[in-house]
């Protein structure tokens, strides 16, 4: 079992940044990549970034030049910098593993609790 715990979610004006953490506890020696997905109301869930325990990384056309995704092996964390906040990025964010390959999710995947990300105008 691997538990994992987002934060760092909030309310920002356009423009602005933040930066989610994603911890992640158990049995994690064996995951390899971790990503951040997002959903938005009435939106399919979305996956922006994906990082390889090597640090190989990916990102979604929507949110490159604007967001960098890290890891830090050695505590287990994750983390999305958000900057240059736009309102289409306003949406629950989830911390997922494995992730095995961009933009797939299978049963038995984990999951975060989410953390609600708001970009006003």
């Known amino acids: 079992q691997v538990h994992l715990v987002e934060s760092g979610g909030g309310l920002v004006q356009a423009g602005g940044s933040l930066r989610l953490s994603c911890a992640a506890s158990?049995?994690?020696?064996?995951?390899?990549?971790i990503g951040w997905f997002r959903q938005a109301p009435e939106k399919q869930r979305e996956q922006v970034a994906l990082i390889t325990r090597s640090g190989e990384i990916t990102y979604a056309d929507s949110v490159k030049g604007r967001f960098t995704i890290s890891r830090d092996n050695a505590k287990n964390m994750v983390f999305l910098q958000m900057n240059s906040l736009k309102p289409e990025d306003t949406a629950v964010y989830y911390c997922?593993?494995?992730?095995?390959?961009?933009?797939?999710?299978?049963?038995?995947?984990?999951w975060g609790q989410g953390t609600q990300v708001t970009v006003s105008s």
């Open positions: 158990g049995s994690t020696s064996g995951i390899d990549a």
């Open positions: 997922h593993a494995p992730a095995a390959s961009w933009g797939t999710y299978f049963k038995g995947d984990f």
